[in-house]
């Protein structure tokens, strides 16, 4: 049986561990994490590093937690699996997702970290593996095997690779994906975030205008127009509709 509470209660206290970290408290932990990263991945920076542990940090919250796993029948969960992982690189912690997912249903994890992102990881589960008094995590750099089910994720080429190898097991394999966004010039502020575009002055007016030529016809943006006959024409044409009826 899967103790929740006490899952919750860990993650919730590694939330505040990395909080810590990132405010330098104590400082050598931080730097010496950055140093190491930074030795064996050149393209991650401190900057990059940081961020993604603030991005945990925020999400490791007994309410988040719970709201996150209300959606799913973790009681039901009796027989004990483990679970391959192979995880990818390109981000600094990329993968944690993968393994909170293996840890907080009670199963054993054999890890296959990428080269690129060795060393957060294991941190990270080294500090769950003490708080919760069990040995969840495995990780090694050759051929997995005595595994019940397996999470891959790479390249389009890796992914093939791992079809083939994986197809006897039950099996989520992941590979590249992109995504499009068409921007003209006119934007001013881009909010990442919630997705959305602030754009100049001059394109939001004449955004403005063709909003008012599609609601009030062509002479709703002429210098004559005033509001008076705008909203006239609104109401006007909502009186006709009623004396219709």
């Not at 810590?20 to 064996?40: A, E, F, R």
């Not at 690779?161 to 934007?187: C, D, H, M, Q, W």
Request: with cysteine; charged share 30%.
């Amino acid at each position: 049986m899967i103790d929740l509470n006490l899952k919750i209660k860990i993650l919730n206290e590694l939330g505040f561990y990395i909080s810590n970290i990132i405010n330098n408290n104590p400082k050598s932990i931080l730097d010496n994490l950055t140093k190491s990263i930074i030795n064996k991945n050149r393209w991650f920076d401190e900057k990059s590093i940081i961020y993604s542990l603030k991005v945990w940090s925020n999400l490791l919250k007994s309410d988040l937690i719970e709201k996150w796993l209300d959606k799913y029948k973790l009681s039901s969960i009796e027989k004990k699996k483990t679970i391959a992982l192979i995880l990818p690189g390109n981000i600094p912690l990329v993968g944690f997702h993968d393994i909170l997912c293996v840890w907080i249903l009670d199963y054993k994890a054999i890890v296959k970290l990428s080269s690129k992102d060795d060393v957060l990881i294991p941190f990270l589960t080294d500090y769950l593996e003490k708080k919760s008094g069990n040995k969840s995590f495995l990780y090694t750099t050759s051929s997995i095997k005595k595994f019940d089910a397996v999470i891959a994720t790479g390249s389009n080429n890796s992914s093939i690779y791992f079809k083939y190898y994986f197809s006897k097991y039950p099996n989520i394999i992941r590979k590249n994906r992109t995504s499009i966004a068409v921007l003209e010039g006119n934007e001013t502020e881009l909010d990442l975030k919630n997705r959305k575009i602030k754009l100049s002055v001059k394109a939001a007016q004449i955004d403005e205008e063709k909003s008012l030529i599609a609601k009030f016809g062509e002479g709703a943006t002429k210098s004559g127009a005033t509001l008076k006959g705008i909203f006239e024409k609104a109401i006007g044409s909502k009186k006709k509709k009623k004396e219709e009826k």
